[in-house]
């Protein structure tokens, strides 16, 4: 017997779901880019003459004072605007579970160990370089993001060309991260709990669900619910980016009989994901690297001082090493005990590089830092730093890597999107084993006359 794709580590998943994966990258590739620009303006404008200007701007207050919310802009874009950003990943990673390729649990655990593995070892390594630092453990967390736009904004600096599965998995490794992350930010850094506003959030969730599950999508009525969501969320002490992954996880995937069922079209959480990534990528992200990535540095000696403090060693070594040995050793774990394989033409070494673009957090990072230091304080500068020394330093050797067997993967890029047949579907895809894999996944896009097949052949 031939093993099939899911019976390999990084095999192809079905042609429809790659297809999917490759728009959604696309979009966050673009919006990785505008991250970087934006990351960039803030540096620059920092380390300028300039510098009061922009801690202005950034601490310029701005909303109700009798709601509670005369926030500075800096804190509006962590809190509000990453909302957006987490209501998409919430949308995505419900997606990938119900009607995505990682429906299957064989499929799933790859991605899922990975990310528990490289949220495990950075926290670890940084709790080992700050043990009997006082009060630097707050941050044990700050290591433990991936930021997906900033890892394929560098994929599309360095030109390589990743197969598909291979982007799927980082792709889908990034959104289990992002989970995790937000789990941790609601467990361990809401530092008092109000009851009362946290219950009342549940009835404009509770009418939002209810409505998304009607496939009612007027913006009239679902915007000012989730607003209601994330005020009193935010109200609560519990940081208001969980309003986003709670409302994400209301919305349908698949559509009802009522409505025509799965094969009447795509479900209303691919919709909303299709209207507001966008947003995300390009205007939530890159605002908030803005007003979050703004660090003094004081040149040279700025930079041997901040990085001479335990706490930003400790987020270099959780990203660098830790992303790198949490990442390649869950997968090899997952090898080892489901004796799975990797696909043919990959090796190891794409493994490692894609851990090392792991390592590539940002984003989440410097929210956790804000939230374990408080914004403006000393060690937020100095955890500003190790967060991007460390992603420099990933993403460059991450380049070192994958740049090294670009010419393999431009090879099986190639050998996927040539000789595309009149169903759509590339040849690549078209092994007996595959097209009977994607054809049982889905049963819709099998082509006329050609009916599928319940069993691969031997």
């Known amino acids: 017997m031939t093993s099939t794709a899911s019976s390999r580590l990084f095999g192809r998943g079905s042609w429809s779901e790659a297809s999917r994966i490759a728009s959604v990258l696309r979009k966050e590739t673009v919006g990785g880019v505008l991250l970087l620009i934006g990351t960039v303006v803030a540096l620059t404008w920092a380390n300028s003459p300039w510098a009061e200007a922009y801690e202005s701007l950034r601490d310029y207050r701005l909303g109700p004072a009798s709601l509670h919310l005369d926030l500075p802009l800096g804190t509006w874009a962590a809190d ?12 995505e990673l419900k997606r990938e579970f119900v009607a995505g390729d990682l429906r299957d649990a064989r499929r799933a655990a790859l991605p899922v160990a990975a990310a528990v593995g490289g949220m495990a070892v950075p926290a670890l390594l940084y709790v080992l370089v700050n043990l009997g630092s006082g009060g630097a453990l707050e941050g044990w967390a700050i290591p433990t993001a991936t930021d997906i736009a ?39 850094y809401t530092s008092a709990l109000a009851v009362t506003p946290l219950l009342l959030a549940l009835v404009p969730l509770a009418l939002f669900g209810f409505l998304v599950q009607k496939r009612i999508r007027s913006w009239w009525l679902l915007i000012p619910l989730a607003v209601v969501t994330w005020v009193l969320v935010h109200e609560s002490g519990v940081h208001a980016t969980v309003a986003g992954v709670l409302l994400a996880f209301t919305v349908p995937v698949v559509r009802s009989q009522a ?48 990085l001479t403090d335990r706490v930003a060693l400790g987020i270099v070594v959780g990203l660098v090493l830790g992303k790198v040995i949490g990442i390649t050793l869950a997968t ?28 590539i957090g940002f984003t989440v990072s410097l929210l956790i830092g804000e939230l374990a230091f408080g914004q403006g304080s000393e060690r937020d500068e100095h955890v500003k730093v190790g967060v991007l020394v460390g992603t420099i330093a990933s993403a460059l050797l991450a380049t070192v890597v994958l740049r090294a067997r670009n010419r393999v993967y431009k090879r099986l890029e190639l050998e996927e999107t040539s000789d595309v047949d009149s169903d759509g579907i590339p040849d690549a895809w078209d092994t007996v084993d595959d097209r009977a894999e994607h054809e049982i996944d889905n049963p819709s896009d099998t082509p006329p006359g050609r009916p599928a097949r319940p069993f691969s052949e031997s």
């Not at 090898?335 to 990959?346: G, M």
């Open 150 to 188: 900033f890892a394929l904004a560098v994929l599309a600096v360095i030109s390589t060309h990743l197969p598909s599965a291979l982007r799927t998995f980082l792709l889908t490794l990034a959104v289990v991260d992002d989970l995790l992350a937000i789990t941790i930010i609601a467990i361990f």
């Open 80 to 91: 509000g605007l990453l909302a957006i950003f987490f209501f998409v990943a919430g949308l």
């Open 259 to 306: 409505a025509g069922g799965p094969d009447a079209g795509p479900g209303l959480a691919e919709h909303f994901e299709h209207r507001i990534r966008p947003i995300s990528a390009g205007v939530a992200v890159p605002v908030f690297a803005f007003f979050a990535a703004g660090v003094t540095i004081g040149g040279l000696s700025g930079l041997t001082e901040s």
């Open 332 to 359: 090899w774990l997952v090898s080892r005990f489901t004796r799975a394989q990797l696909a043919d033409d990959l090796s190891w070494w794409d493994v490692i590089g894609l851990a090392l673009l792991g390592g």
